[in-house]
């Protein structure tokens, strides 16, 4: 009986689940979807910009950028925005808003009333600096 109760003793079952592997797994799903968003992401913005020839390059520095395509939907610092939502969303993103600048990209196709429309709005809103996205050329 002494050598039965020895063998239970040996026997005995793990009662933890082993996490290194999962956390392994989650981690490296992680890095990939941080990769991937951004890319897909620009992929999806097919926004035509007109073209200038005394296009400067902005700084990326307390820059809002407000896209518009060409069905004339939002794009508000690369996530669609309704119409609507637009104001409040910028009132969000400006917090001290004579130091921000806002840029407005629209498609060729986009009325320029809908420029004028976020432009508008910006200057409402108190922004430092409107500024029109145009390609250099």
């Known amino acids: ?8 003793r040996g026997l ?4 933890e689940i082993n996490l290194i592997p999962l ?18 992401v620009r992929s999806e913005l097919a926004v035509k910009l007109p ?3 005394s296009a400067a390059p902005v700084s990326d520095h307390g820059t809002i950028v407000v896209q ?10 690369g996530a669609a925005v309704r119409a609507d939502r637009l104001e409040p969303e910028l009132v969000l993103r ?18 320029v009333e809908k420029v004028v429309q976020v432009l508008d709005l910006g200057k409402r809103l108190g922004v430092g600096k409107l ?4 390609k250099g050329g």
Not at 1 to 8: E, K, V, Y
Not at 24 to 37: A, E, K, W
Not at 68 to 77: A, K, T
């Open 1 to 8: 009986m002494i050598s039965g109760a020895r063998r239970r």
């Open 12 to 15: 005995r079952s793990f009662g």
């Open 23 to 40: 956390i392994d797994v989650s981690l490296i799903l992680v890095v990939i979807f941080m990769l991937l968003t951004p890319i897909l």
């Open 51 to 53: 073209k200038a020839h």
């Open 68 to 77: 518009i395509d060409r069905n004339g939907h939002f794009i508000l610092d």
């Open 94 to 111: 400006l917090g001290r808003a004579a130091q921000k600048s806002l840029l407005v990209q629209a498609d060729r196709a986009v009325a």
């Open 131 to 134: 500024g029109v996205g145009v």
